[in-house]
């Protein structure tokens, strides 16, 4: 298996425009996870899904923010409308069970 | 979330020396408790991992020890190394419930 991919791996967009980021799991995994790192606020969890429905959503900053899991291989975030403080390095992770987290490689929002 | 205290949030050790890392959970349905390390640029990875049913795990330099009636877990790296200078999470886990604790950025000075 390739890993958990995340896509795209850098995103530049100015404040106000919509943003969308995607995730696919890796195959078999049941949970799927959305973290949010900056340097002040450290690593926040998000959201995260069980079998594709969402069981946690405290994390989400605000009504700009929506996670979707129209399947067991896709996930996206979307920010609408983005605002400069939602710059950050933004993870996907899938696990299977309650077992180890695998991280993807992350995508690095930069919001202007 | 659930809360969990992790800490300390940095921590600077001497080279060959234990570094020491805690992490205190207060939900008693955590039944996975991992450790996490990221280095830059990274997503965070597992590096050690303890069931509930055992106190103590080593794997290589690094140890967990783990107190349940305390509600609290540690990493011990021995012989710590500058190439350990990353950053650790505590991460306990239970069905529905997943936390993450707020890092320690850990120095290792020669």
């Known amino acids: ?34 973290y949010r790192q900056t340097m002040m606020r450290g690593l926040e969890l998000l959201i995260y899904f069980n079998n594709n429905v969402p069981i946690d959503d405290s ?54 | 979330q659930q809360q969990v205290k992790q800490s300390p949030q940095s921590l600077i050790v001497q080279k060959g020396g234990i570094s020491i890392i805690n992490c205190a959970y207060e939900n008693t349905a955590f039944d996975y408790f991992p450790w996490y390390q990221q280095f830059p640029g990274k997503g965070p990875a597992l590096l050690i991992a303890i069931r ?33 200078s990353v950053t650790y999470f505590c991460a306990p886990r239970g069905y529905q419930k997943v936390t993450f604790g707020t890092g320690t950025k850990l120095q290792v000075i020669p």
């Open chain 1, 1 to 34: 298996d390739a890993g958990v991919i995340q896509s795209p791996r850098h995103e530049v967009t100015e404040m106000g425009q919509e943003v969308t980021l995607r995730c696919k799991p890796i195959s078999g995994h049941d949970y799927l996870f959305w």
């Open chain 1, 59 to 112: 994390g989400m900053p605000e009504d700009r923010f929506s996670a979707k899991m129209p399947n067991a291989s896709f996930s996206t975030l979307k920010i609408q409308p983005s605002e400069p403080r939602d710059s950050a390095v933004y993870f996907c992770a899938s696990s299977f069970f309650i077992n180890e987290q695998f991280f993807g490689p992350g995508t690095r929002l930069t919001v202007l």
């Open chain 2, 52 to 84: 509930p049913d055992v106190s103590e795990k080593k794997e290589g330099r690094f140890t967990i020890s783990f107190n349940k009636s305390a509600k609290q877990f540690s990493l011990h790296i021995m012989d710590s190394q500058p190439g350990d």
